[in-house]
């Protein structure tokens, strides 16, 4: 677990959707990632499954210090 949330950069991302298939609950990364809007689900168990498996290195967990805004 790691604390923070998940952030895309949307300029790497090829949508294969990989990072949704393996998210346990089911959270439509490949969208957040094509619109570059950072996960910022109550859900999010922030695994970090989705940000492992990218093949490509779109994700990343941001530290909701430098954001200020999770739980929005
Ligand atoms: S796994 Fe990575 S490259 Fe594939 S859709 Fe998700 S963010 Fe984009
Ligand atoms: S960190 Fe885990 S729960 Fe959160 S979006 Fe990624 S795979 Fe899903």
């Given at each position: 677990m790691s604390a923070g949330?998940?952030?895309p950069d949307p300029s790497?991302?090829?949508?294969?959707?990989?990072?949704s298939y393996n998210c346990?609950?089911?959270i439509d990364v490949r969208a957040h990632a094509?619109?570059?809007?950072?996960v910022k689900h109550g859900?999010?168990?922030?695994?970090?499954?989705?940000v492992a498996r990218c093949p490509r290195g779109v994700l990343?967990?941001?530290?909701p210090e430098t954001g200020r805004e999770i739980g929005a």
């Open positions: 949330f998940v952030v790497r991302c090829v949508q294969c959707g990989i990072c346990p609950i089911g094509w619109l570059g809007r950072p859900e999010c168990l922030t695994c970090g499954e989705c990343r967990f941001e530290l």
